[in-house]
């Protein structure tokens, strides 16, 4: 492991522990880099923003995209102080970034009371055995949205 990676990981760690203490959030810290430059920083802000969304991970996204002036971050890289959840992990993955580095693993932030492997375990579930009801209105006007996206010609395609 480089020098470099161990340098923005215990950055990572240490914004996580600052942020623990701090009552903005969880003990959640994440840097993206870009080209040797930090692009964007988070920690967790979850119960000071009382937004559920804002993991670490999340807030560093969008304020890579910010800097970066646009919503892909291909050829980045996160590094957390942990294991994205499943919903950072989707975050990641919709930004494109390019490589996942991280201290902590889901069972360290199971063991502090952040405990997601209920929602891995109901992803693969048939949507009748999910513990949230989830049920599919038929509407012969579903498709709507997606024939206004296919037909406009100036759509930024993601």
């Not at 950055?11 to 080209?35: C, L, Q, R, T």
């Not at 971050?73 to 580095?101: F, H, K, T």
């Amino acid at each position: 492991m480089s020098e470099k990676h161990i340098q923005y990981i215990r950055e990572a760690i240490e914004m996580a522990a600052k942020n623990a203490g701090s009552g903005i959030g969880g003990p959640f810290g994440a840097i993206i880099v870009k080209d040797g430059e930090v692009i964007g920083k988070g920690v967790n802000r979850v119960t000071s923003t009382n937004d559920p969304t804002a993991h670490a991970e999340v807030v560093a996204i969008r304020d890579a995209c910010r800097n970066m002036n646009h919503f892909k971050l291909e050829g980045a890289v996160i590094y957390a102080s942990c294991e994205p959840c499943p919903m950072c992990l989707s975050a990641i993955y919709w930004a494109r970034i390019s490589a996942i580095y991280f201290a902590a693993d889901n069972t360290d932030a199971s063991k502090a009371g952040f405990d997601d492997s209920f929602i891995y375990k109901e992803i693969p579930l048939p949507l009748e055995k999910r513990s949230i009801p989830i049920k599919k209105i038929e509407s012969d006007t579903a498709s709507k949205p997606f024939d206004a996206w296919i037909e406009m010609e100036q759509r930024i395609d993601y």
